[in-house]
């Protein structure tokens, strides 16, 4: 890997974390923890494991072009990502508090 090379590899292990936080929703809602508005959690959750994907693809894509607004939009990426997951988190979270 040259110097200049952005490590897409971080994100790979996010993209899996997210994709099991995905399954866990599921799992919640398939087993009856989670009644109401599951479908809309399952729907954040897999909405933050797509987002955490593009990570892939735009440092992916900074390797080969090696624009600088690319670093940007994935810092922008990021915390959108951490958002996105903490509405769903505490959505899920009140959710099984009350049930």
């Known amino acids: 890997m040259d110097e200049g090379d952005f490590d897409f590899r971080p994100y790979s292990l996010l993209c ?3 994709k ?7 799992f919640l809602m398939d087993k ?3 009644r109401k508005n599951a479908e809309k959690i399952v729907w954040k959750f897999a909405e933050v ?5 593009s990570l892939i693809h735009m440092s992916l ?3 080969m072009t090696n ?6 939009k994935i810092l ?3 915390d959108d990502i951490e958002s996105t997951e903490r509405v769903a988190l505490e959505h899920l979270i009140l959710l099984l508090e009350n049930r």
């Open 32 to 34: 009856g923890y989670v």
């Open 16 to 18: 899996a974390h997210k």
């Open 76 to 78: 922008q990426q990021i």
């Open 61 to 63: 894509y900074y390797n």
């Open 49 to 53: 494991e797509k987002k955490a994907h």
């Open 67 to 72: 624009k600088t607004n690319t670093i940007y």
């Open 20 to 26: 099991m936080m995905t399954l866990r929703a599921k």
